[in-house]
């Protein structure tokens, strides 16, 4: 008789569902010139997890993410979104097969309102974005970009011009424009950084009332925006993955405490 397994394997259950985890990085390298900025990183997001990537100054972490959005696609290595390969793909497919992100500098209009923000990424989402566009009543993208303004709690300066309001809703119009797609996997670079301690409540309350199905990646030094609400903390240093526990373990990491040096995580 053959030996038995001590556990069947997961996807073998009956009425089990094994989910595609939402991201997949394997061997991820990215070097710029002799620069190795990222290597060897490999990590999995499990579709609807909240994950933190934390780490000092040049650690990578931005890299990381250009690699997995295709604006630095990786120099080695793989990235699966959903279980496709997207390694060589362009910004734009990768954008249109589910990720949205913003950037730690601002890409909005300033001169244009909160509302034509947001309908000009509705727009840019839209398969016909390239054809003359005039705003009207019934339009379906306006609708949209109203509801967006409603999601990330701008609905009530629609009409007040980028360069007329504060940076803490600068930074959720930014992150209603990354919605504008309907991604599957969000992806934000220090959204609180330069907030002030007042406007940062407001953009916690907003992450953490994303839809709970949507995945989140988020890179963050602001231990209070990125620590309660991620279910997985990745630091990273030096161009690699040092440490990914909990957020409730990762504060006593030795490893942890060493590059912060006791301070920004204590
Ligand atoms: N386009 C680029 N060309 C050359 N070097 C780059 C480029 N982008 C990043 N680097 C380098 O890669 C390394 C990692 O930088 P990166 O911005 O990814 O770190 P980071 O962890 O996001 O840092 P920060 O928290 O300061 O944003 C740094 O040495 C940086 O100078």
Excluded at 19 to 46: C, N, Q
Excluded at 144 to 153: D, G, S, T, Y
Aim: charged share 25%.
């Amino acid at each position: 008789m053959p030996d038995e397994p001590d556990h069947p394997p997961a996807n073998t259950a009956p009425g089990v569902e094994q989910k595609v985890p939402a991201l997949v990085a394997t061997h991820v390298e990215r070097s710029f010139g002799a620069l190795r900025a990222i290597r060897d990183v490999s990590l999995s997001v499990a579709a609807g997890e909240r994950r933190a990537i934390i780490g000092p100054n040049g650690a990578g972490k931005t890299t990381f993410f250009n690699t997995i959005c295709g604006d630095h696609p990786p120099t080695g290595g793989s990235i699966h979104l959903f279980g496709e390969d997207i390694t060589s793909l362009k910004p734009h497919r990768r954008a249109r097969m589910g990720i949205g992100r913003t950037y730690q500098s601002s890409l909005l209009f300033t001169g244009l309102t909160v509302l034509e923000n947001l309908y000009l990424a509705v727009r840019g989402a839209m398969p016909n974005r390239l054809s003359l566009w005039k705003a009207s009543r019934g339009d379906a993208a306006l609708s949209k970009a109203r509801l967006l303004a409603q999601q990330v709690r701008v609905d009530n300066i629609l009409e007040a011009r980028i360069d007329a309001i504060s940076h803490g809703q600068r930074r959720q119009v930014e992150v209603g424009m990354a919605l504008a797609a309907n991604p599957r996997l969000l992806m934000l670079d220090e959204p609180a950084a330069g907030l002030s301690a007042g406007e940062r409540p407001e953009l916690v309350k907003l992450i953490r009332d994303l839809p709970r199905d949507l995945t989140l990646i988020l890179i963050e030094h602001d231990m209070d925006v990125a620590l309660p609400h991620s279910d997985i903390v990745t630091v990273m240093k030096d161009g690699e993955i040092v440490v990914e526990n909990t957020p409730d373990r990762i504060v006593d990491d030795p490893v942890v405490q060493a590059i912060y040096l006791g301070g920004a995580l204590a």
